[in-house]
Antibody, heavy 115, light 108 residues
Framework: EVQLVESGGGLVHPGGSLRLSCAVS????????MSWVRQAPGKGLEWVSL???????HYTDSVKGRFTISRDNTKNTLYLQMNSLRAEDTAIYYC?????????WGQGALVTVSS | EIVLTQSPGTLSLSPGERATLSCRAS???????LAWYQQTPGQAPRLLVF???TRATGIPDRFSGSGSGTDFTLTISRLEPEDFAVYYC?????????FGPGTKVDIK
């Protein structure tokens, strides 16, 4: 069974930083897309960032220059480094793995940006 | 970037009725990589359908997906009380992997 477990969420002040991790088990991550998706309180799902094994990652406009996605295939882990956090970044962050046509999601990590 | 539009925004129905949800893409979704998710309050999204028409593991057969290209449909044949939720479509045929704004199915 494929499992994705996010960690690293929490409360941070505006302007601060957090690093999310997503550990994958039951699947060997190599040539697969992986992404971060977030959901602000009371809002819909929003894709945040996407990475493949090669090529440039993608970012939604609101996080460009502040967030960095990376992956370590040897550890089967996806990361999201979030800098210069803003109140509007408050959300549950989900990681997702795309096994070609079949997506797998984690249960999410809550990030709260507040003073 | 492919923009997904879902309609209607809200669908008010009674238990036992049939629900038909639409997801329209601004461009052709490659390989029909279109998924449908269900989300209830406080829960993570639950995968219902992938590849436009393949039910995910454990999903009841009252849920069915159809469509190809730019027009997709999720049908719930007979609504059960636990089906009243928000439904999202997502395409991952071309980067970035975008979502529709959701359709809320509530009790009439």
């Amino acid at each position: 069974e494929v499992q994705l477990v996010e960690s690293g969420g929490g409360l941070v002040h505006p302007g601060g930083s957090l690093r999310l991790s997503c550990a994958v088990s039951g699947f060997t991550v190599t040539n697969n897309y992986m992404s971060w998706v977030r959901q602000a309180p009371g809002k819909g799902l929003e894709w945040v960032s996407l990475i493949y094994s090669v090529g440039s990652p993608h970012y939604t406009d609101s996080v460009k220059g502040r967030f960095t996605i990376s992956r370590d295939n040897t550890k089967n882990t996806l990361y999201l480094q979030m800098n210069s956090l803003r109140a509007e970044d408050t959300a549950i962050y989900y990681c997702a793995l795309y096994d070609w046509g079949l997506p797998h999601w984690g249960q999410g990590a809550l990030v709260t940006v507040s003073s | 970037e492919i923009v997904l539009t879902q309609s209607p925004g809200t669908l008010s129905l009674s238990p036992g009725e049939r629900a038909t949800l639409s997801c329209r893409a601004s461009q052709t979704v490659g390989s029909n990589y279109l998924a449908w998710y269900q989300q209830t309050p406080g829960q993570a999204p639950r995968l219902l359908v992938f590849g436009a028409s393949t039910r995910a593991t454990g999903i009841p057969d009252r849920f069915s997906g159809s469509g190809s290209g730019t027009d997709f449909t999720l049908t719930i044949s007979r609504l059960e009380p636990e089906d009243f939720a928000v439904y999202y479509c997502q395409q991952f045929g071309s980067a970035p992997f975008t979502f529709g704004p959701g359709t809320k199915v509530d009790i009439k």
